[in-house]
């Protein structure tokens, strides 16, 4: 029995990293299908697994897979009772985002975030084609992006391929960890790891000039390992992020900003809507949690993805 970590996905074959190096093609034992996974992968990127080699490598199977330490999770976009995972064993979750072209999603990134701090995974928010914030909405728009994860608590970093701004500081965040990117299509995922990492010559494609919205260019998720230290998967781009296996009582936990803030409330059971004594409405009226955050948590609150899942 051979040990491994599963560097690429494509729903049917599994590639599989060796720590002397080797890759090994690999298809999943059967049984994991009939074990009532509920997500649509049962095998991601980043799963340790144990792997039956053939004597031709032709016909290697998955035997065994490791309990995840955290994944990151989606509610499947086609099959409404499943999730999909999009990688596990992570160190980081990289939330790549633009301003313009395409426009910044703010309730995009908080799922995501909120997805991050669920499962107890640091995050961080990249603001890519920094070169394209030209016009003043653009510098307007920025400008209330950064004030919001200031307040949230969340590291943020500006760059550029264009120019080179900000990929020096890129490099030093992944350094040395397994870190994902995610974020919408469009939003220079590809093209950042191109910028830090030339061998590996990603596909790349503009964003449509008739909605405004990415091109899906990466396909399947895959690990790749950087020559400075470190490994990072490239993710397909999302048009959407739906979260499960959350109890709506415990929503406000997973905004930082709230969570240091909800034993003020009057009543320990406070939704932080109209209920009188409430340490978050109170915040966000004085400037300490932004409106923005807000909105978007009580369109989550609206959300029937925070039924339980499974």
């Not at 997973?254 to 034993?263: D, G, K, S």
Request: hydrophobic share 35%; charged share 25%.
């Amino acid at each position: 029995m051979v040990h491994g970590v599963v560097v690429k996905s494509t729903g049917s074959w599994y590639k599989v990293r060796t720590p002397d190096g080797q890759v090994y093609d690999c298809r999943l034992k059967g049984k994991f299908r009939q074990k009532g996974i509920k997500s649509t992968n049962p095998v991601a990127v980043g799963d340790e697994v144990a792997i039956k080699l053939s004597d031709d490598n032709s016909e290697n199977v998955i035997t065994d897979i490791a309990d995840r330490k955290n994944a990151l999770i989606r509610k499947s976009t086609k099959l409404s009772k499943q999730t999909h995972i999009i990688a596990s064993n992570v160190d980081q979750i990289v939330i790549i985002s633009s301003i313009v072209d395409p426009k910044v999603a703010f309730g995009f990134i908080d799922r995501i975030l909120v997805s991050a701090e669920a499962y107890r995974i640091p995050a961080l928010i990249v603001f890519n084609k920094f070169d394209l914030c030209r016009s003043d909405p653009a510098i307007d728009t920025l400008a209330e992006a950064l004030a919001i994860y200031d307040l949230a608590g969340y590291p943020v970093l500006l760059t550029s391929t264009k120019t080179g701004k900000g990929l020096e500081e890129f490099k030093a965040l992944l350094h040395d960890k397994y870190s994902v990117l995610t974020g919408q299509s469009g939003v220079g995922k590809s093209s950042l790891i191109n910028a830090i990492q030339s061998n590996l010559d990603l596909k790349t494609a503009d964003v449509s000039g008739y909605n405004d919205k990415g091109q899906h260019t990466t396909t399947f998720a895959e690990m790749h390992e950087l020559d400075f230290g470190g490994f990072i998967t490239d993710t397909p781009g999302l048009r959407s992020f739906g979260v499960v296996d959350f109890e709506k009582e415990h929503l406000s936990h997973y905004f930082p900003e709230m969570r240091e803030r909800i034993q003020d409330c009057k009543f320990n059971n406070c939704m932080h809507i109209n209920e009188p004594g409430c340490a978050i409405k109170k915040a966000v009226e004085e400037g300490e949690i932004a409106g923005r955050r807000y909105d978007n948590y009580i369109e989550m609150l609206n959300d029937d993805s925070f039924q339980k899942q499974f």
